[in-house]
């Protein structure tokens, strides 16, 4: 029965994964890149500015009215930033070579584009709870887009759908990642770790939106220094590779075949389906899920936000993503027939030997444990809407305890059926997304005329 399940359920994200959903994000990316004016480009400086700006003087503190506008990025970036980025970019590097990262950079340049207009919806439709605190997500903008049943159906589908996909399922495969790291690297048994992760975990639930805040706020920026330093010294150590690791990700995404090394039976297809799927699903833009943390940030103009949101995107892709990529490529790791997390971990061992293993496995408790955090966050404000604010006592204890299973084995259908109702709860959001472009570029359209000035 459960070898049925999960092929049945594997067929279905393959196809959702390889055909719909890489030409609906694609689609929409490319739609509001144009709509909105190469926004990505234009709106870059400012959205660092704002992102950074906020690193440095952390004003503002999360309550019930919501997060400083840096807090909800840091939110995002928790949730954004987790497990895909180290066994993500090396399982798209190992199917479908180097070239498959070119193809990751061209689904983060649209996919700016996209999440800033999911950023710019969420708060514009944020609403206040029955608990009086502020929230908001694609529940509330796919209600305005669709009046009457059908937009009540498609707000109830995506509401089920991401309470199961990441608050429940995602977390325990979270969980399932840290304690077999540190299960390597350690020998720590996988049920004290998920002992461990649940009680912490619950802790930091029961604080609120507040104490989520704090706690990403601390978490986001520690976890991306640690990790761009350590491989930073592994990519200077080869630096002599680096030129050939761009030759090789560009010629890479057009002649798999003329790149020595790169992964067996490469092709230009899978190097495109396995960059763009990847790179999507790492930055989360289109999918739904960051909405949920930038509708809560404290700012003047819902436009504010977007520009910041962009630069999550930025920060995991371009960042985060890509040093992993050159980590792998520049130790000429990708022939060794490993794939995901473990192809990473001997990567990095080439310099660091059993240090590499370590270095995983604390980046691994960093990258994981804060997308737990982000997707209890991102489901919280579903329950709420589902079952309003009385529920998310038992949501949060729910959650702890598929944390500590999800450490205890790998279940391959729970993985499955997590890609699967992933990628479904896309279709929702993309949907209210396009039917709202008008409304997104006139909410867009009067910051830059009324409000940009004043901004300065």
Request: with cysteine.
């Amino acid at each position: 029965m459960e070898a049925a399940l999960n092929n049945i359920f594997s067929t279905i994200g393959s196809y959702l994964s390889n055909y719909i959903l890489i030409a609906a994000l694609l689609g929409g990316g490319i739609w509001f890149t144009v709509k909105l004016g190469f926004i990505q480009v234009k709106g870059f400086g400012e959205g660092m500015r704002r992102t950074f700006g906020g690193l440095f003087s952390k004003k503002g503190e999360a309550g019930n009215d919501g997060m400083s506008s840096f807090q909800a990025l840091a939110t995002a970036i928790a949730a954004q930033v987790g497990t895909g980025n180290i066994a993500g970019a090396a399982t798209a590097l190992a199917v479908g070579g180097p070239g498959a990262i070119f193809w990751m950079w061209i689904a983060a340049f649209l996919g700016m584009a996209t999440i800033y207009a999911e950023a710019v919806m969420a708060q514009k439709y944020k609403k206040i709870g029955d608990d009086g605190v502020v929230t908001g997500g694609p529940v509330y903008y796919i209600r305005a887009a669709f009046q009457g049943p059908f937009g009540k159906f498609l707000a109830g589908a995506f509401a089920i759908l991401i309470v199961l996909a990441l608050g429940f399922m995602g977390n325990a495969v979270q969980s399932n990642s840290i304690a077999a790291a540190w299960n390597t690297a350690f020998g720590i048994p996988k049920w004290v770790m998920g002992a461990i992760l649940a009680v912490v975990a619950l802790f930091v639930f029961v604080g609120g939106m507040g104490r989520i805040a704090k706690i990403t706020e601390m978490i986001v920026p520690a976890m991306a220094a640690l990790y761009i330093v350590g491989s930073l010294i592994v990519i200077i150590f080869n630096f002599k590779e680096i030129p050939y690791a761009f030759k090789a990700i560009v010629v890479g995404a057009f002649a798999p075949s003329a790149i020595a090394g790169g992964a067996a039976g490469a092709t230009i297809k899978l190097a495109l389906t396995k960059g763009v799927a990847r790179g999507l699903f790492s930055n989360e833009a289109g999918m739904g899920s960051t909405p949920h943390a930038h509708a809560v940030a404290k700012v003047d103009h819902p436009v504010e936000q977007g520009f910041v949101a962009m630069i999550g995107v930025f920060i995991d892709t371009f960042v985060i993503l890509n040093l992993t990529a050159l980590v792998i490529i520049t130790t000429h790791s990708i022939p060794t027939g490993l794939t995901g997390a473990e192809l990473s971990q001997y990567a990095f061992s080439t310099l660091y030997g059993k240090g590499g293993d370590i270095f995983i496995a604390v980046c691994m408790l960093f990258f994981a444990f804060s997308t737990i955090l982000g997707w209890y966050f991102f489901g919280q404000a579903n329950i709420k809407y589902l079952f309003g604010a009385k529920a998310v006592k038992v949501y949060s204890v729910i959650v702890a305890v598929c944390v500590f299973l999800g450490s205890l084995a790998e279940v391959e259908l729970v993985w499955t059926m997590q890609d699967c109702f992933n990628s479904l709860m896309v279709i929702p959001n993309i949907l209210a997304l396009f039917a709202l472009s008008g409304v997104i570029k006139k909410v867009h359209d009067d910051y830059f005329q009324n409000f940009a000035k004043k901004d300065k």
